[in-house]
């Protein structure tokens, strides 16, 4: 019910506020006693501060406040160093600009502060038309546990960790913090920092067909820090562009132009504004059969539902939301100008949006899901469908690797403990190849273990990333477009098929889980987790469901013959692949019981191991009593 549903979202919402104070305290923790490292990876700078900007887009937007971007030629954008440690102090500074400001805007600046040959000092800054801080206390806020304005009354929450990890980190950087501030007027945190420079030759700026370049482009934004961006990124390619305040003042430039025989091609068109805003603008220049010619890109604050084919409707070719990024900028003039990239040649829709661009190239990526489980193959297969990925599946971890060298991968989803080949021994392989090729696909750990150090053996173990199952949908979503964010900028060129292989029996793999006590008169299964995958497709539900009940009863079979064999391996392996099915169909207590056999087989102590699996078949019993009853089968 409607109240339920609120309920849950508030006790969601004080968990998740409560994991970020957790988190705080365990990274300041981390840092004080000397247990954080910084990682050295390649990376892109411009990638990496677009999109933790952009993450905070929709609160921004929420607030009326604008977000901009301004990242300076000069900067080069292959770098290595610790992006994740990056984007935490941003964040940190982000959170606490769109806390304390009401009304304006937060802009983040990117500028070369050193060059040196093989390394560089960047300076960061985050500005924000916000409360300010005053001059007494801004010497304290850098120490822990220190807020401006420490009254049991004040209005925003925080634990006053934010800008003390945010120095430590800073410090680790080899930079320095700071902040200038004015109360009423806002403030400024700046901070610099030092990173390698990736071997590579720095890509080339991109630049448009010969065809396209000296068209003139009309500005018109009444934000001066909005056109300001807009001009850094069209005369990065070389755009001829000039600019307006207003929609009134716009029409007479265009009119101008038409006069004087040389039209303007493309205006970008931002939709606040004063006055006349940018739709009614919009319609007024698609209804003047002078003006008519030129196209028209509008910019928006994150997009409400509707606003694709409001736009489409008033004449605007494309949209794009705010903050402003350059390659999106990029996609889309190229798109709007050319009528296409060459590859998306087909794709005509009436309205581009970034979303447009970026699932044209979704569909095109090499994204290799290794996962033994039928289940949650199926469920992770569909995830990825739903936001247009189009996975190969294996089922081991030598398959993976045969797949990896077949062919030119993007992306691999790696099951940990897999038959024939694990998920750790194929990571490692590949690995290897690659040392000597130089290339780095992303490799994403799916494992059944949420236990401390996981993460930390799964990136020793030469994996970037991890997600735990049950798989969340949103959290794979938000993993793969996070490793595939450069892939989706870069131009993409066609990748040869990669051809997959047939399965094959699983064997007994190696490792941990945690036991979970079962609920005694718990449901024996909660379907919501299925239900919102297969979004109410009764079919769906009845397959995943199906594939269950196939591949648990053969393996509760196989389970109960170790057990009586007293073979703790296979007792194991067995148990583990129960527990993962039976995780994805929201049975918790089988899940539990699987969890306890499971973990007897690996420590090789089965002498309880007939009383539980007797317990377990029990619960099996019940609970594939009623998935039947559930499918009507
Ligand atoms: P928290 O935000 O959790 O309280 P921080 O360490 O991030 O802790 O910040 C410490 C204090 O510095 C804040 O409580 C606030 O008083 C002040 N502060 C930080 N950023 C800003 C800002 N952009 N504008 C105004 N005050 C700020």
């Not at 409607?2 to 969601?12: G, L, N, S």
């Not at 008519?292 to 606003?307: A, C, F, H, Y």
């Not at 039928?374 to 971890?397: C, F, S, T, W």
Request: charged share 25%; proline share 5%; hydrophobic share 45%.
């Amino acid at each position: 019910s409607d109240e339920q549903r609120e309920f849950t979202q508030a006790v969601r919402s004080a968990s998740n506020h409560l994991m970020v104070v957790i988190n705080d305290i365990l990274d300041f923790s981390k840092i004080e006693v000397g247990k954080l490292e910084l990682e050295v990876v390649d990376f892109n700078l411009r990638n990496a501060v677009e999109d933790t900007v952009d993450t905070l887009s929709v609160k921004a937007a929420e607030k009326g406040l604008n977000l901009g971007i301004m990242i300076h030629g000069e900067v080069r954008s292959l770098l290595r160093g610790d992006p994740g440690r990056l984007r935490q102090v941003l964040i940190n500074l982000l959170g606490n600009a769109l806390k304390f400001t009401e009304e304006g805007e937060i802009v983040v600046h990117v500028a070369l502060d050193e060059d040196e040959p093989d390394r560089l000092k960047l300076h960061f800054a985050v500005s924000d038309t916000g409360i300010g801080i005053p001059a007494n206390k801004l010497e304290g806020i850098f120490e822990p546990f220190t807020q401006a304005d420490a009254s049991v009354t004040r209005r925003f929450g925080g634990t006053g960790l934010g800008l003390a990890i945010s120095r430590k980190l800073v410090k680790m950087m080899n930079g320095e913090i700071g902040v200038s501030s004015e109360p009423g007027k806002g403030s400024t945190f700046w901070f610099t920092a030092w990173f390698e420079k990736q071997a590579v030759q720095e890509e080339p700026l991109r630049r448009f067909p010969r065809s396209l370049e000296r068209r003139r482009v009309l500005v018109i934004d009444d934000n001066a820090t909005n056109r300001k961006i807009l001009h850094l990124h069209l005369e990065s390619w070389q755009f001829p562009h000039i600019e307006a305040s207003s929609g009134e003042e716009a029409l007479t430039k265009l009119r101008e132009a038409v006069a004087a025989g040389d039209p303007f091609r493309l205006a970008i068109v931002d939709m606040q504004m004063p006055g006349m805003d940018g739709e009614t603008l919009g319609r007024v220049i698609r209804q003047d059969a002078v003006l008519n010619e030129t196209r028209l890109i509008m910019l928006t604050s994150v997009g409400n539902r509707g606003d694709a084919a409001r736009f489409a409707e008033a004449g605007f070719d494309a949209y794009l939301t705010k903050p402003i990024k350059q390659s999106s900028l990029y996609d889309c003039i190229a798109m709007v100008m050319e009528g296409g990239i060459a590859t998306k040649a087909k794709l005509t829709p009436p309205i581009l949006t970034q979303h447009t661009v970026s699932d044209a190239r979704k569909a095109e990526l090499a994204i290799l899901l290794a996962e033994d489980n039928p289940m949650n193959q199926e469920v992770a297969r569909r995830i990825l469908n739903k936001h247009g990925y189009r996975p190969v599946l294996v089922d081991d971890g030598r398959a993976a690797l045969e797949a990896y060298e077949s062919g030119a991968l993007d992306l691999i989803l790696m099951d940990v403990q897999m038959p024939v080949m694990g998920g750790f021994e194929a990571t490692a392989h590949i690995r290897e190849l690659e040392a000597k090729s130089g290339r780095h696909v992303p490799i994403i750990a799916m494992t059944a273990h949420a236990m401390k150090g996981d993460r930390e053996r799964c990136i020793e173990a030469g994996m970037d990333d991890y997600v735990t199952k049950p798989i969340d949908a949103e959290v794979l979503r938000a993993v793969i477009e996070k490793w595939t964010a450069d892939l989706l900028k870069a131009e993409s060129a066609p990748k040869p098929p990669v051809a997959p292989s047939p399965p094959v029996a699983p064997t007994a793999p190696a490792s941990v889980a945690v036991a979970a006590a079962p609920a005694p008169e718990a449901v024996p299964a909660d379907l919501s987790r299925l239900q919102q995958l297969a979004e109410g497709d009764k079919a769906i539900v009845e397959r995943l469901i199906n594939l269950f009940l196939d591949d648990a009863g053969q393996h509760g079979k196989l389970l109960r013959d170790a057990v009586e064999k007293g073979d703790a391996k296979r007792v194991e392996s067995e148990a583990h692949r129960i527990k993962g099915g039976a995780g994805q169909v929201g049975a918790d207590a089988l899940h539990g019981l699987a969890a306890k056999l499971e973990g007897l087989g690996r420590n090789a102590e089965l002498s309880l191991a007939g009383e539980i699996l007797a317990a377990f078949e029990d619960e099996y019993r019940r609970v594939s009593g009623f998935l039947r009853g559930e499918i009507g089968a």
